[in-house]
């Protein structure tokens, strides 16, 4: 099961990838594998020499009771520390964005595959809608030559 941030690849480019994992509860992680989860408008900041991830959405767990969790409580990533230090890096004197790309189950471990963004102007938007339009017009051309 993957969680996919979509709004990522359209807002940013894309610079560097690390796989991280994350701290959670034990009602955060039934209710992931429940698909109530939402990457949409999370993004991550490096604090004390420690990454952390900023409004990642998980909806509480139906039978979670009183031990719920607040649904989008900062979450710890766990990173080595020379990765730490190059995201912190590119962050401060870059200028850049450090954005999850997509969640998923690895060994039965919740990791988060992060991405140093940099942001995309309007036009740069424009022409990524218009590659996207192209690639399937070839799709539909080929599928109809056949």
Do not use: W
């Not at 900023?54 to 969790?69: D, Q, R, S, T, V």
């Not at 730490?84 to 200028?95: C, E, F, H, V």
Request: hydrophobic share 35%; aromatic share 10%.
């Amino acid at each position: 099961m993957e969680i996919i941030n979509r709004k990522a690849k359209f807002d940013y480019f894309v610079e560097e990838q690390y796989e991280a994992g994350i701290v959670l509860t034990g009602t955060e992680i039934k209710s992931i594998r429940n698909g109530k989860c939402n990457l949409k408008d999370c993004y991550g900041i490096v604090r004390n020499g420690e990454v952390f991830l900023l409004n990642m959405y998980i909806a509480p767990y139906k039978e979670g009771n009183m031990f719920n969790h607040y649904e989008t409580r900062s979450r710890k990533l766990l990173l080595h520390k020379k990765e730490i230090k190059k995201i912190s890096d590119a962050i401060q004197l870059n200028g850049l964005t450090l954005v999850p790309l997509k969640g998923y189950f690895k060994e039965n471990k919740f990791k988060i595959l992060l991405g140093v963004c940099r942001g995309k102007k309007n036009f740069d938007k424009r022409e990524t809608i218009k590659e996207r339009d192209m690639k399937r017009e070839v799709q539909k051309n080929i599928k109809n030559f056949k």
